[in-house]
């Protein structure tokens, strides 16, 4: 199995180079009945950051903040004072609450534990394919929330391409009280 270091070298090569080329074929909206899934789980935590809000339509601060959370949105397309991946502040938000584009999906967990905040991630479940996001999972203690069924997701340039996106799962670390697994 590779070092930390190693994945953390090829998992830097990987984000420069996906940035510069992350089109909006990548690009899928959080759906409501997702984040419903997530709202009970998470009603404690009052500043909410969506660090993979895109830059025009913004369905996880619009759905939390009707809920009364404050929410923050940042996307890593908006310049470096605004990457979640070199984001440095502590205070601002007590969880990460997004869904990260597909190819970045293992980096944004990876960075999610490294900042050592509660978080919530909306992703395929084939990220659990990856040994060492299964290591991430056991070190953080972290619980996987599993839909009742497929959540369909809408694309601003694709109708068609939504039907190629897989079952996905919550993952979601530094929750109290959260089983493992939960099974809805």
């Known amino acids: 199995m590779p070092s930390e270091a ?12 996906t940035k510069r080329t992350t ?24 500043t909410i950051w969506d660090p993979a809000a895109e830059l025009e339509f913004f369905p ?8 009364g959370h404050r929410v923050i949105i940042t996307d890593i397309t908006m310049g470096v004072e605004y990457d979640f991946f070199k ?10 609450v997004t869904t990260p584009p597909y190819s970045l999906r293992k980096a944004f967990v990876m960075r999610a534990c490294e900042l050592k905040k509660a978080f919530a991630m909306f ?8 040994h060492y996001i299964r290591d991430l ?14 959540i369909t997701f ?6 068609k ?7 996905c799962i919550w993952m979601v670390g530094g929750v109290e009280g959260l089983p493992e697994l939960v099974w809805l």
């Open 60 to 67: 996880i601060r619009d759905y939390f903040e009707k809920k």
């Open 137 to 150: 999972l056991k070190k953080y203690k972290m619980s996987l929330i599993f839909p009742p069924k497929l």
């Open 6 to 17: 190693q994945i953390d070298a090829a998992t830097n090569e990987s984000l420069d180079t």
């Open 154 to 159: 809408s694309s601003p340039e694709d109708s």
């Open 161 to 167: 391409s939504i039907k190629n996106i897989p079952y």
């Open 87 to 96: 984001y440095r502040t502590k205070k601002r938000f007590d969880i990460i």
């Open 123 to 130: 992703v395929p479940i084939n990220i659990l394919e990856s």
């Open 23 to 46: 089109t909006r074929r990548e690009i899928y909206y959080t759906p409501e009945t997702a984040l419903q899934i997530i709202e009970p789980y998470i009603k404690d935590y009052k």
